[in-house]
């Protein structure tokens, strides 16, 4: 199976400041084929389902503030939110979907500082 | 608006069993692979099991490989999740997600999901 690992667990940032969350595949999934990176991003307020953010390590999904963005390849991936929202407060993982069985990260909790 | 509702959760004994439903509508349904996806109190997510559009392919976590089957009724926009031999690790909020791909494969990743049904195993 490929082991996602999140850091940090957790993070606090003040508002309008830049937020970064990194995630880590135990091995690559970038499929050489297409040149895809099969890694979504997904954040889940309490009490709520996950909300898929960014697709293919970097596609924002349509409706998603474009102060997210994600980036890179391989097995090592970074979230960003650039200036970071009262609303932002959640939590976010990453997801591979390279290969079955999908998994995720562990979880990174962000909170205003 | 894609819509998910899912429903059937609800306290059973270890050894039991629960069949969850998902209710869909606003999309073709049978055109889209189906996932459920779990979560323990206070954890990550975790992947179920996939089942593609038609039916067909279906893929299970081993957590619960040999006790749990994934279903699709196509007529019915309804997904369903029979739970056999339950554990108390099975507790967890249980979510049906639909897959981004629009050719009834599983791309593997969701872009809808439904509030979820708390299955609670304990004695």
């Known amino acids: 199976d490929i082991v996602m690992t999140q850091s940090p667990d957790s993070l606090a940032v003040s508002l309008g400041e830049r937020a970064t969350i990194n995630c880590k595949s135990s091995q690559s999934v970038l499929y050489s084929s297409n040149n895809l990176n099969y890694l979504a991003w997904y954040q889940q307020k309490p009490g709520q389902p996950p909300r898929l953010l960014i697709s293919w390590a970097s596609t924002r999904v349509s409706g998603v503030p474009d102060r997210f963005s994600g980036s890179g390849s391989g097995t090592d991936f970074t979230l960003t939110i650039s200036s970071l929202q009262a609303e932002d407060v959640s939590v976010y993982y990453c997801q591979q979907y390279y290969a079955i069985p999908y998994t995720f990260g562990q979880g990174t909790k962000l909170e205003i500082k | 608006e894609v819509q998910l509702l899912e429903s059937g959760g609800g306290l059973v004994q270890p050894g039991g069993s629960l069949r969850l439903s998902c209710a869909a509508s606003v999309f073709t349904f049978s055109t889209f692979a189906m996932t459920w996806v779990r979560q323990a109190p206070g954890k990550g997510l975790e992947w179920v099991s996939t089942?593609?559009?038609?039916?067909?392919?279906?893929f299970y976590a081993d957590s619960v490989k040999g006790r749990f089957s994934i279903s699709r009724d196509n007529s019915k926009n309804t997904l369903y999740l029979q739970m056999n031999n339950l554990r108390v690790e099975d507790t967890a909020v249980y979510f049906c997600?639909?897959?981004?791909?629009?050719?009834?494969?599983?791309?593997?990743?969701?872009?809808?999901w439904g509030q979820g049904t708390l299955v609670t195993v304990s004695s």
């Open positions: 997600a639909k897959d981004w791909s629009t050719d009834g494969g599983s791309q593997g990743y969701f872009d809808y």
């Open positions: 089942i593609t559009g038609s039916g067909g392919t279906i």
